[in-house]
């Protein structure tokens, strides 16, 4: 029986960091436009659970899903590609693989079977990677397996790949190998034996490359890709040239032009289709075409690695494109910033966004420079954290209370008005215990954030365990921070305003996560539009 859904394989060669993520996410927006359903999912070989307990140095940004799965980044870039939802589904940790086996284990699911990597665990694996094609949603399943060919966490992946394959048979299971092509200036050419090796290394474990996605700074000449060819078992047309690019955005025109999804497509026997990419290139000219340009700045203590806040950097990319204006991110470490030197970091910025985060590191330089945006008329956006301290900040420096502050930080504080939630108390382990996912949101009329959304109920993703502590909501909102969004099972605050302001608002919720190429997301269209605002003011 022919399978339904067709299978795509991302494997990556001896060197890490090549964009497996944007590859695959490229591809499936080509395949999408051609009205095949695709759906991406990501196989990380860590024995993390998930990425929720890495620091975000370790490993970039925790994203979150509808579902409320803590999952590796690339799958922010699946969704701001796409436009798709993704799932608990779309991300797998060795991990998780390893906790379910264990647990059949102990149930006695194995029959007094010895358990072992092969078949145990790569049974695992084919059904996680089977998952999304068997729920009958998608044509193509793209799956991208983190790591690099020959890291001996990968094995089970490659060896899953390699059953996969064969259980599947002809047409309906193709891999896709991600490869570095070297130019040594010294030389002046380009070193194909890099690839050579990587595609080696992976025929070792059973499994012959079908495309060679090829990253290089150079064009690729027709005598190396036919070397490639012949050395790599790959027919020439399936060596794709990746050469780098100026915007992620602009790879999957360069994929395009490389023929990368007719390749695919014939391979997998499906009909291949001239691609719709008309609102995408649409955003691609306004993000390369700005008629002005602004200054904002990022406030956080993770900013030494862009990663660590990467879907707050791609969601002003489109809320820029949206607007037509630049917009420049000027990171801002909070952990040195003080009175003494607040007015020569922010003073130049057109908005002022302070990043989420958890511990009390930086918090003192989060909470100087609100008081400053605030201060000064400067548009401020505040995500979890960042909102958290705006509500800090307020209560210390207009209500007095000077040691307001959240009991994350200071436990023993008199006026704890972020406190940790009720239903936190109890929990002791770290892993996926937050408030996760998707939860309601009523916004007040006549306020910001109903201009933003145009409409009164919203739905947000969440990541937090501390909260507005509603015990002091009508003394800080008699003093004038209002609160103009909730949650309407638990009343939990989910937005701050301050009405006096030109543009402040605080959320609890992280909404750069739902920002997409397609729809930009409102709350930071709006902030940019303000921002830009400001700018003409000075």
């Known amino acids: ?44 070989p860590y024995i993390n659970v998930d990425p929720g307990t890495l620091n975000p140095y370790e490993h970039g940004e925790c994203y979150v899903t509808d579902d409320g799965a803590e999952t590796d980044l690339d799958l922010g870039h699946y969704e701001r590609f796409l436009n798709v939802p993704t799932s608990q589904a779309n991300n797998v940790t060795t991990g998780r693989i390893y906790q379910s086996v264990i647990n059949r284990e102990r149930k006695g699911e194995f029959l007094g079977k010895t358990v072992q990597v092969i078949p145990h665990i790569t049974d695992e694996i084919k059904n996680r990677i089977q998952i999304l094609g068997n729920s009958g949603d998608y044509d193509i399943v793209i799956t991208e397996i983190g790591g690099t060919v020959g890291d001996i966490e990968s094995l089970p992946y490659i060896e899953a ?54 990253r290089t700074e150079h064009e690729l000449p027709s005598d190396l890709k036919r070397k490639l060819a012949l050395f790599c078992n790959v027919r020439e047309e399936a060596i794709i040239q990746s050469i780098d690019a100026s915007t992620i955005y602009d790879v999957p025109n360069l994929m395009l032009e490389e023929k990368l999804d007719q390749v695919v497509l014939k391979k997998l026997a499906l009909n291949s289709d001239v691609p719709d990419l008309t609102n995408w290139n649409k955003f691609v000219k306004r993000h390369k075409n700005p008629k002005s340009e602004i ?176 015990t002091f909501k009508a003394q800080i909102e008699a003093a004038g921070l209002k609160a103009t969004g909730y949650n309407p099972d638990t009343k ?26 397609a729809n930009p997301h409102p709350l930071f269209v709006a902030f940019v539009k303000a921002s830009l605002k400001h700018s003409k003011k000075k």
């Open 1 to 44: 029986m022919t399978p339904e859904t067709k299978y795509i394989f991302v494997t990556g060669g001896v060197t890490s960091s090549l964009g497996k993520g944007i590859i695959a996410a490229s591809l499936a927006k080509l395949l999408q436009a051609q009205g095949y359903r695709t759906t991406i999912q990501k196989l990380d």
């Open 295 to 470: 200054t904002i700045g990022l406030i956080g203590k993770y900013v030494e690695l862009q990663d660590s806040y990467k879907s707050i950097l791609e969601a002003f990319i489109h809320a820029g494109a949206e607007n037509e204006v630049k917009v420049n991110v000027e990171s801002v470490h909070s952990e040195y910033l003080n009175a003494d030197n607040i007015k020569m970091k922010l003073s130049h910025l057109d908005g002022v966004l302070v990043a989420p985060g958890f511990g009390e590191r930086g918090i003192e330089g989060k909470i100087t420079a609100i008081k400053y945006v605030r201060e000064n008329n400067i548009p401020f956006l505040g995500i979890c954290l960042g909102m958290q301290m705006a509500v800090i900040e307020f209560c210390r420096n207009v209500m007095g209370l000077s040691d307001a502050s959240s009991t994350e930080m200071n436990p023993d504080t008199t006026n704890p008005v972020i406190d940790i939630m009720e239903d936190q108390k109890t929990i002791t382990d770290m892993g996926g215990t937050m408030r996760l996912g998707a939860w309601d949101c009523h916004i007040e009329k006549d306020t910001i954030a109903y201009k933003v959304y145009q409409s009164q109920d919203i739905k947000e993703r969440h990541r937090h365990r501390y909260e507005f502590n509603s």
């Open 161 to 214: 790949v390699r059953q996969l394959k064969w259980d599947l048979g002809d047409n309906n299971a193709l891999v896709i190998h991600l490869t570095l092509i070297p130019y040594l200036t010294a030389a002046g050419e380009l070193k194909t034996k890099p690839t050579q090796h990587s595609v080696k290394t992976l025929m070792e474990s059973g499994v012959q490359a079908d495309i060679l996605v090829c």
């Open 492 to 517: 939990l605050v989910e937005i701050v305003e301050n009405p006096s302001h030109p543009w402040f608002v605080g959320v609890q919720y992280h909404p750069e996560y739902k920002s997409t190429v």
